[in-house]
């Protein structure tokens, strides 16, 4: 089982067609970037987090996007108790209507959703089976 944001985004508006899908009202293309992670549940990294598998920090991260609508999310964690921290990387695809927007990893097929708002992404994580925001921001 993967952590925190497996599916890149542990984020159902997700829809068929096109990857970066977007109604008129969208973001559309304008979200391509790099964004980086400011706050886990309203706190500033380092955050300690606990799932069924034990706690665990992250460190950091970044989320990339592209125009045509592929991601990847890279997250620094580091389990409770070890010395070493580790990266954890997602790839897939997303799709925005409005101010939502959807992320599908590959191959496993999970989606998290959050939402847009100028240059912030926030994602609703429910891994840990408490939904926890990641705020992203360019």
Request: aromatic share 4%; no cysteine.
């Given at each position: 089982m993967k952590r925190l944001?497996?599916?890149a985004l542990s984020l159902a508006l997700?829809?068929?067609g096109a990857a970066c899908n977007s109604d008129s009202t969208g973001p559309g293309a304008s979200l391509a970037g790099t964004y980086t992670l400011r706050t886990v549940n309203n706190q500033s990294p380092p955050v300690t987090l606990c799932?069924?598998?034990g706690c665990f920090a992250v460190l950091g991260g970044q989320l990339q996007l592209d125009a045509n609508g592929n991601f990847v999310n890279q997250l620094?964690?580091?389990n409770q108790g070890s010395a070493s921290a580790y990266t954890?990387?997602?790839?897939g695809y997303w799709v925005v209507s409005g101010n939502q927007i959807s992320f599908v990893d590959n191959p496993?097929?999970?989606t998290l959703n959050g939402s847009v708002s100028n240059s912030t992404i926030t994602?609703?994580?429910?891994s840990t089976g408490v939904a926890v925001p990641?705020?992203?921001?360019r």
């Open positions: 944001l497996v599916a997700v829809g068929t799932d069924n598998l620094q964690l580091q954890q990387t997602t790839a496993d097929n999970v994602i609703i994580d429910t990641l705020v992203y921001t």
